[in-house]
Nanobody, 123 residues
């Protein structure tokens, strides 16, 4: 049974930092490319960052230089380090897994999803 559990969300002031872990189980974590998506109220879900099975990364322009995605295959855990948070980063954050080498932030490329963790940034 595949499980992906995001934690680490919360409320933070603008300029602050958060780390979001996503613990995965039920599949071979190292064989899947991983990504973070987010959905703000009233908006469509958007891709934030991805890390492929070789460790290659890609980021949405809105988070480049502020967010860092990483993975620990030994712990089957994905991370998103978020620094210099802005109000517009407020959203529900989801981790997602796609089989093999995936290098795109289109939702259809990912077949396993977590339930999400809320991040709220206040000024």
């Amino acid at each position: 049974q595949v499980q992906m559990v995001e934690t680490g969300g919360g409320s933070v002031q603008a300029g602050g930092s958060l780390r979001l872990p996503c613990a995965a189980s039920g599949y071979i974590f190292s064989s899947y490319s991983m990504a973070w998506f987010r959905q703000a109220p009233g908006k469509e879900r958007e891709g934030v960052a991805l890390i492929d099975i070789y460790g290659g990364t890609s980021y949405a322009d809105s988070v480049k230089g502020r967010f860092t995605i990483s993975r620990d295959n030994a712990k089957s855990t994905l991370y998103l380090d978020m620094n210099n948070l802005k109000r517009e980063d407020t959203a529900m954050y989801y981790c997602a897994a796609g089989p093999g080498w995936v290098f795109g932030l289109e939702e259809h490329r990912y077949n396993y999803w977590g339930q999400g963790t809320q991040v709220t940034v206040s000024s």
